[in-house]
């Protein structure tokens, strides 16, 4: 951190900050400029907070210089991070497609559509069995039923399951089912549940909130690592903004930020950042070409009858274009890449 | 919800779209225009869901009219819920002051406080057990230990306490201590604990999320009176935008747009907004100008040793300022605004 | 236009509303619903403007319903515009490639980077002459003295070029050399050079607002056809929101509302958009992929030494593999996407 | 300006990017940290230019240090400017009220609401002759017969006049009936406006831009003091955001930001920012509470019947209760803030 002074700040004035940041245990450096005095502050560990600073007499504004963030640096780690999961591998310099419909709604409707992504080139099955709903008077999900049948589909297609787990009590449960755990955008900072999640051994897919930083959202990784899991896939869904024609704006320029600050993979979901079906398609090509290593997408096969967003939910037949269309974008990339 | 249709939808389209909403159960009532035709969904009860009809041929765009929530709006309960705690009555008529530490930190850091601040006029203390922390490294709370000294506040000074409840988990114990309990702008749509507080016999104060709009937030609300319990206390403490030279950005705002759509009392907490000490006073002279029901805010008599937040922290002597201050505007309110 | 009533409002004050309309010269059509009544305002021509019955007794709320451009509008003109520069057509189906450096600065410099870029691939030559900053200390541009070297450019390469205008008073000057004349982001609402824009006989490239909505950017393209100028290309080039890893927000999904909403073609600035050098080609990527007709990009060939935006120019070596990466997923578009 | 290194920078990259600094004119001060070096740059006058660092090898992240103006800022001028229209003096210590309305629309309409906001307390007349109209299809506004009618008001009245320019090209008819010339939020980086503004012998009164920082607000008022024209008013009239239950988001802490960081009065317009009847009073309240030096109000007499923006115009006895809370707001912060 650098501590810069008023450029009417007194010698006694600069003494004093220089003798604080000596009793919290840092070194300081003070930095003589041509109009005023900055002073560094040295660290051993862990970011320093500027509260300690700021307000003190002399005292213009403090400047956070390093990352807060460890473990999921690639200063730390510099090479990067693969998830595996049965046959599936994640970050491994393939794409991963993840696809099914919002809410599972019965066995009839998982299957009809996991066998139709499945046959689209899905790798990985995605449902909802618990709800995360703005209304508490909207359908919350089947619950534990919702994800028999996702293991049902999982037996019957081979694909493993992802789907969403909102609090601590079900956490057992849906850790009992799924193969990858996702934490909603809600819950990016909801610290209880990360701290289960660094318990759990199964691989969690952290969505980014509506209104995080890249720096918060590394945080909240972080809370899965320290934990103990390292096996963390980053979810790129949309921020949100005063723009009004999507749901959300979708941040493409978080893919390379995120891949240069950290080893984590990073997946995109084009249906929750655009909210509506026609916005699906173009945002998934965006995706694959800013370099996601992969997409999450909902999928139904009667939309306007679905349970929850069914108007961003593709038809199957738009999910046969889109994973062809991506595949092909995505091929470009490792073929063309290299010389960048 | 309206529904409009392109210039060039066919009567076969209107028809299939009406024909959809007879299905779902609501009463169409097609408006011929000069240039397109809409068509009003008139329904029974519930909002009626866009993904409907988004994405159906000749559909354009829908609009929703009414609001979604119920319990917590004026036009089902005219007149102002008032939340008492103890001799404290939030929503009255008076302006509530709520101060004490961001973190309890030990009996003599809180008594100090508390102490100070109930001397210049505040009625109840806060005080943070369980702290939601960006960072797994920094400070997170005493837990119960922090309760234990925030009862013994209690009973040494007479005021009634509020503090955060993070997870289910914890939620018997601090309902145990706590007279009003806190949910976090992280935890704003983490439904699970909304229903809990639902079910809870203690006031709940409800935090605005960083990027929440009203409609959300209320919502968010309606979980905790669907769930039984009336007493809810609204929160506004600024929103994520573009601006950076506050933490956030308080939306004044909220407070009459609130107070005319819901039935609810709404404090504003100016510590959480600015993020820095020398904006506090300043915000909290514009929330009671604007016509909230009390504030929130931080005071600590040490804040450059303070363990989380101490930048936002006033001085007791700023704190006594600040309550003398608004004190005299919310007079001003009091006495002159009838005519408005 | 809808008017939402109050669930409370008297028959007096929907007559009342209704009267007003009628005053007014529109057509009401009252809509009696489950709860509330709402208003339909049947209308001749241009938008209503919800200032005549927001604040009237009885009245909740209003709601636009139909867009507020005519001319720009897909329904008024459903084939694409093409505008075309010498022997350079934009929107025809090719996608077109603009660049070049920030600023003019010297003869040698501009013809330096023209031949780079066009030997990669560009068709258009980009350069500021007359330069908008933030301070009025910082490096204003070479004025006329740039617009010759533009020329000068223009006769050796062969290119067309596209350069900005800043005011009314230099418009004469910049339209007689420039074969596109820019308008930048803050100016996109600057109403009198939109009227001169739309008296000019050349091409406008018009760019979108920090914070401005579609609706608003059309509405400024609206002020040029208006005008009689129907040749402007649009230009998407990030906005303004809380995010601070890049310097703007690229709004990838303006492109496909735009293409749907307007027939005018839209082009993509990556290199404002994420402001450093490391985000342009991925940034690059996904502008073409999500459909937009081509991209304007900064080069420099020695962007350390650059006057202006050295940070997010590229090195020419990186705009030939930018190029060769881009053409490789335009293709893939012109190929694949048919069954979308 | 501080430049970060990565962890990993070899010896050399830290010896090239001193020698750049040298280059350059500026004195490198290497910081060497527990984790990686840090590199100050010490400067005689102006900026640093980050492109200069970014993007050469073993450099991570640049970090501005100083603010980018000088003339606006309260370390080049202590002491607060007072700006003299008349007999009217703005940020002397007295609380101005300009009033009027959007639009003048005719001589007996300006006479009208001049004649009752003058009764009520106000001291400056507001009215556009020139309207920034987000549709060319909307009322542009009088022109210079508005001009006319303004300077017929002051006539009248007594009151000084304020209205706004949009162009340079009718600068000196604006000027030469003008007080003060309002420059408006989409002009605000209309540099060649700025610079004539600095040109000429009337206060400028100068909005922020929708999506302006007050780094870049000041700048824009640096612009015009660099000029010669140190007469500025600022005025503050709501950000964009996403909150949509006002058309803009009044960001209230600008006014304590601006009052530390610069010596020139701050006046907020709560018209604009809250874009409804109702939010225009409390707003105004808490303008004045956060410490405005004046307000800037809509007010017609037949806001039904106004040509523009009518539903944030105040009815004339709605301002005569605004006048007298905000008077008394005012009082109180003139006796009671000393101690702050």
Redo the contacts between chains.
């Keep these: 951190m650098?501590i810069?002074m008023?450029?009417?700040a007194t010698p006694e004035q600069i003494e004093n900050v220089v003798s604080?940041i000596e009793q919290k245990g840092y070194t300081p450096?003070p930095?003589?400029?041509?109009?005023?005095v900055?002073i560094?502050v040295?660290?051993?560990k862990?970011?320093v907070?500027?509260?300690?600073?700021?307000?003190?007499p002399g005292v213009k504004d403090t400047?956070p210089?390093?990352r807060?963030y460890k473990l999921v640096s690639r200063?730390t780690q510099p090479e990067d991070t693969i998830v595996t999961v049965g046959d599936v591998a994640i970050g491994n310099g393939r794409l991963t497609l993840m696809a099914g419909p919002c809410a599972i709604e019965s066995e009839l409707q998982a299957l009809t559509i996991a066998e139709k992504v499945k046959a689209a080139g899905a790798h990985i099955f995605r449902g909802g069995a618990f709800k995360?709903?703005?209304?508490?008077?909207a359908f919350q999900g089947m619950g534990e039923e919702g994800l028999k049948i996702m293991a049902r589909v999982r037996e019957v297609t081979g694909m493993p399951i992802v789907t969403e787990v909102?609090?601590?009590?079900t956490f057992d449960l849906v850790e009992a089912y799924a193969d990858i755990i996702q934490i909603g955008t809600?819950?990016?900072?909801?610290?209880?549940?990360l701290k289960r999640a660094g318990r759990s051994r199964k691989p969690i897919f952290l969505k980014r909130?509506?209104?995080a930083?890249?720096d918060?959202w590394l945080?909240a990784a972080?809370?899965i690592l320290?934990?103990g899991n390292t096996q963390v896939i980053l979810c790129e869904r949309g921020?949100?903004?005063?723009?009004?024609?999507?749901r959300n704006?979708?941040?493409?320029?978080?893919?390379?930020?995120v891949r240069?600050e950290s080893h984590l993979p990073i997946i995109i979901d084009p249906s929750h950042?655009?909210g509506?079906?026609?916005?699906v398609?173009?945002?998934s090509?965006?995706?694959?070409?800013?370099?996601a290593h992969g997409l999450m997408v909902e999928v139904h096969h009667e939309?306007?009858k679905?349970m929850?967003?069914?108007?961003?939910?593709l038809y199957p037949?738009?999910f046969?274009?889109l994973c062809?269309?991506v595949d092909?974008?995505f091929r470009?990339?490792q073929n063309?890449?290299d010389?960048?």
Aim: hydrophobic residues 40%.
């Design positions: 650098l810069v008023e450029k009417t604080i450096r930095i003589p400029g041509g109009e005023r900055a560094g040295l660290r051993n862990g970011p907070d500027a509260a300690l600073f700021l307000g003190i400047v210089i390093t807060p200063e995360p709903r703005t209304s508490p008077y909102m609090d601590d009590q809600r819950n990016m900072q909801n610290f209880s549940l909130g509506l209104a930083t890249i918060e945080m972080e809370y320290e934990g921020v949100r903004t005063f723009v009004n024609h999507s704006t979708l941040d493409v320029s978080a893919v390379p930020v240069k950042a655009g509506r079906r026609d916005q398609i173009p945002l090509r965006a995706a694959v070409a800013v370099g939309p306007d679905a929850s967003d069914g108007a961003q939910s037949e738009q046969v274009s062809r269309q092909a974008i470009i990339l063309g890449t010389a960048i």
